[in-house]
């Protein structure tokens, strides 16, 4: 994957072209050849796909009560505290 087709692919996009490329190279009917650029192909859309949710996973924010009940913004790898029954 060029890096113009990467500023423009979206996550959805790039995981569509992913499995197409495995189907592709489970078939068995690519020359080595093709099977190698598959293969290229196949990597680049993997690192494309990892970045993606890489970007995600660090702008994503957990919005919970704290103990006065009012909301705050907690970043997502800290840990979810556990949430009693009675709030629901």
């Given amino acids: 994957m ?3 087709e990467s500023d423009s692919k979206t996550f959805e996009a790039a995981l569509e072209d992913l499995e197409h490329v495995v189907e592709q190279l489970e078939s068995g009917e690519l020359s080595l050849e093709e099977s190698l650029s598959a293969f290229e192909k196949g990597v680049g859309l993997v ?3 990892n970045q993606k949710l890489n ?3 660090r ?3 957990i919005l ?3 103990k006065e009940g009012r909301l ?3 970043p997502f790898d800290e ?3 556990e949430r009693d029954n ?3």
């Fill in 79 to 81: 840990e979810m505290p």
């Fill in 59 to 61: 702008k994503i924010e």
């Fill in 47 to 49: 690192k494309f796909c």
């Fill in 2 to 4: 060029s890096l113009k």
């Fill in 55 to 57: 970007e995600v996973e």
């Fill in 86 to 88: 009675d709030e629901d």
């Fill in 64 to 66: 919970v009560k704290d």
């Fill in 72 to 74: 705050q913004l907690k």
